[in-house]
């Protein structure tokens, strides 16, 4: 790890780093407990709201010059409607939240602390904005004792509520996608985890004089 460096950027400027982030995360996330083949196109397209979001972020990993981790947030209120929304039917709103989007990061690179880079970071960024209550991210459920789960797999949990998030399993919307080897797409629940930035109650939208604004 001779030649690694994680840099910040944020908005516009992630720009020319969108193809590569792209194509990690179809790589990532091709192993349990998403696999998904992804789309290329349709990556780079999900990534373009970033652009345009002067709050938006992503934590680059540097092996020289090519990109082997990456980690990205965004507030919610900028992000697709489809993550929206669960927030939106529990009465809470998106304007005081912000989202973490992916952490992804190449095999060879795990297990030496570059996911708490990733995490305070990010989440010093989030604070540095000083208008937002709450972070949250959201995950694929899969069942305690899925057939398809590897022997050697090791889930998050531990280390995301030792970050300080809990999971709201209440909040959560179905997504569908084929799974690697299955014929058929199949349809998954999302369930996001949130961290409390100032132990304080989630906010409800009618609570705020401010209006509730939805990406399109």
């Not at 981790?69 to 912000?98: C, H, R, V, W």
């Not at 996608?177 to 906010?203: A, C, G, N, R, Y």
Request: negative net charge.
């Amino acid at each position: 790890m001779i030649d690694i460096k994680i840099r910040s950027f944020t908005g516009s400027t992630l720009k020319s780093f969108l193809p590569s982030i792209a194509r990690l995360r179809i790589e990532v996330f091709r192993d349990y407990p998403h696999l998904d083949e992804g789309n290329l196109e349709q990556e780079i397209t999900y990534f373009e709201r970033y652009l345009s979001s002067k709050e938006a972020i992503g934590v680059i990993v540097f092996d020289g010059s090519t990109i082997v981790g990456a980690s990205t947030g965004i507030p919610l209120e900028n992000e697709i409607e489809e993550i929206q929304k669960p927030f939106l039917e529990k009465n809470l709103n998106p304007s005081s939240i912000f989202f973490f989007s992916e952490s992804v990061l190449l095999k060879a690179y795990r297990g030496r602390g570059i996911a708490h880079h990733f995490f305070d970071l990010r989440e010093e960024h989030v604070l540095s904005q000083k208008k937002f209550d709450h972070i949250s991210f959201c995950c694929v459920s899969r069942p305690e004792h899925d057939p398809k789960r590897p022997k050697d797999y090791l889930p998050l949990d531990d280390f995301w509520r030792k970050r300080g998030f809990t999971l709201h399993s209440e909040i959560c919307y179905p997504n569908i996608w084929k799974d690697l080897d299955d014929q058929v797409p199949s349809e998954k629940t999302m369930v996001f985890w949130i961290k409390d930035l100032h132990q304080i109650p989630l906010v409800k939208k009618e609570e705020l004089k401010i209006p509730l604004l939805v990406a399109t």
